[in-house]
């Protein structure tokens, strides 16, 4: 099942912060996050493991709570490139394939 | 590091013909790469794991038979889109992981539209 993310949409000035969620309603074995940008392929931004980590990429961050099946991903002091889509993407089941479910995706706009 | 190509990048193709997309991953072996489909502002779409020297495993609805998948090498995957017909065009997107387990690489996309 696709995981749900939140919100659908967000406006942001630059220079502010945002955290969009992805909630699953199966068991996590891991949780990735992408940005994609109109047009292009989505780009890889980081992947969670275990559950409670929480791993950081320049002002981009994410956590993972294993037991309330969501990853949260936290964009801080936002910059104009920030602008795109952001899917969250889950694996599920011990014997992991490596296949991912997509979430809807949560479009960022940063504005000047 | 982490480059995945796909070409043709768009193609235009009439009602009933094939159109072969091609995947590599180009400084790194894939174990596993994944055929996506996606239409305008709406996620990504499996459609199919593609491992080296097996068959490709299809998610359910989609139709084997009309999106023929070759994983022929580490780091080459065919997707064939076979007797094309217009509700088939849409944004395919391959991507390629380097582990069972990691993280996924994208390719650029290709855009088919079928008249």
């Known amino acids: 099942q696709q995981p749900v993310q939140s919100p659908q949409a967000v406006i942001l000035r630059e220079g502010e912060d945002a955290v969009i969620n992805c909630s699953s309603s199966?068991?996590?074995?891991?949780v990735h996050w992408y940005r994609q940008k109109h047009g292009e392929a989505p780009v890889f931004l980081m992947i969670?493991?275990?559950?409670?980590e929480q791993k950081g990429h320049e002002k981009i961050s994410a956590s993972f709570n294993e037991k309330k099946q969501q990853s949260s991903l936290y964009l801080t002091a936002s910059q104009l490139s920030y602008s795109g889509t952001y899917f969250c993407g889950t694996a599920h089941g011990s014997s992991n394939t490596g296949k991912l479910i997509f979430g809807q995706g949560t479009t960022l706009q940063v504005k000047p | 590091g982490a480059v995945v190509s796909q070409h043709p990048s768009r193609v235009i193709c009439k009602s009933g013909t094939s159109v072969k997309i091609e995947c590599r991953s180009l400084?790194?072996?894939?174990?596993?790469m994944f055929w996506y489909r996606q239409f305008p502002k709406q996620s990504l779409m499996l459609m199919a794991t593609s491992n080296e020297g097996s068959k490709a495993t299809y998610e359910q609805g989609v139709e084997k038979d009309k999106f023929l998948i070759n994983h022929a090498s580490l780091t080459l995957s065919t997707l064939t889109v076979t007797s094309a017909h217009p509700e088939d065009s849409s944004f395919y997107i391959c991507?390629?992981?380097?582990?069972?387990?990691?993280?996924?690489?994208f390719g650029p996309g290709t855009r088919l539209t079928v008249t």
């Open positions: 400084d790194f072996q894939a174990t596993t």
């Open positions: 199966k068991a996590l074995y891991s």
């Open positions: 991507s390629a992981s380097p582990a069972a387990i990691g993280e996924q690489y």
């Open positions: 969670l493991l275990k559950g409670g």
